[in-house]
């Protein structure tokens, strides 16, 4: 079946400094890709739309300074989390259509 | 008001117990609605698509509702390996999720 990959499975920052975070689909094109963050024992929320060569959606108050997305390719949607802080820690998951949805594994952040 | 809602649980069933979830959501216009399967520290896994037909697989059985506005994922048997979150997703093309119940199949 489908596979969406992300990379990196998990990251470790320092306050302050920003981290890009990858998210392909393998075997199929992808116009459309999302980005949902989860926090402890909370679910998925979606942070935004990611569109191949044009500018992303973003949901209600998400920062769209701060989490800068990137779809130059129909395979290719990448998320940076920019000045990360303690209170982006979170796990941060995309997805992408085929012919459903399907999800990537997850990046788990962690800001020191 | 949030487009899917669901009862956060826990859920806690002995095995072999039959167990319910429902969640509720705001937008009539809703099309697709789909149940999934989150193990701790994983993604989602998509378990079944929800017809409003009823869909059934298995021990599973998933129903919609239009008329009142919510799904159901029913799981019969319960079985050890049932334990994990289970997340409804619908609303405004497909792509929100509920809070998620987790259930915890106890021996």
């Known amino acids: 079946g489908a596979v969406v990959s992300q990379h990196p499975s998990r990251v470790i920052c320092k306050s302050g400094t920003s981290v890009k975070i990858e998210c392909r689909s393998l075997?199929?094109?992808?116009?459309?890709m999302f980005w949902y963050r989860q926090f402890p024992k909370q679910s998925l929320m979606l942070m935004a739309t990611s569109n191949e060569g044009s500018k992303a959606t973003y949901e209600q108050g998400v920062e769209k300074d701060k989490f800068l997305i990137n779809h130059a390719s129909l395979t290719l949607s990448t998320l940076t989390v920019t000045s990360a802080h303690p209170e982006d820690s979170s796990f941060y998951i995309c997805s992408a259509h085929g012919e459903t949805q399907y999800f990537g594994p997850g990046t788990r952040l962690l800001v020191l | 008001r949030k487009e899917v809602e669901q009862d956060p649980g826990p859920f806690n069933v002995p095995e072999g117990a039959t167990v319910a979830f429902n969640c509720t959501y705001s937008n009539s216009a809703s099309q697709s609605f789909f149940w999934y399967r989150q193990d701790c520290r994983k993604e989602p896994k998509l378990l079944m698509s929800?017809?409003?037909s009823g869909n059934e697989d298995g021990r599973f059985t998933a129903q919609l509702n239009r008329a009142s506005q919510y799904i159901s994922l029913l799981i019969r048997d319960s079985k050890l390996s049932d334990s994990a979150t289970y997340l409804c997703?619908?609303?405004?093309?497909?792509?929100?999720f509920g809070t998620g119940t987790r259930l915890t199949v106890i021996p």
């Open positions: 929800v017809y409003s």
């Open positions: 997703k619908g609303g405004a093309n497909n792509l929100f």
């Open positions: 075997d199929f094109q992808a116009t459309t």
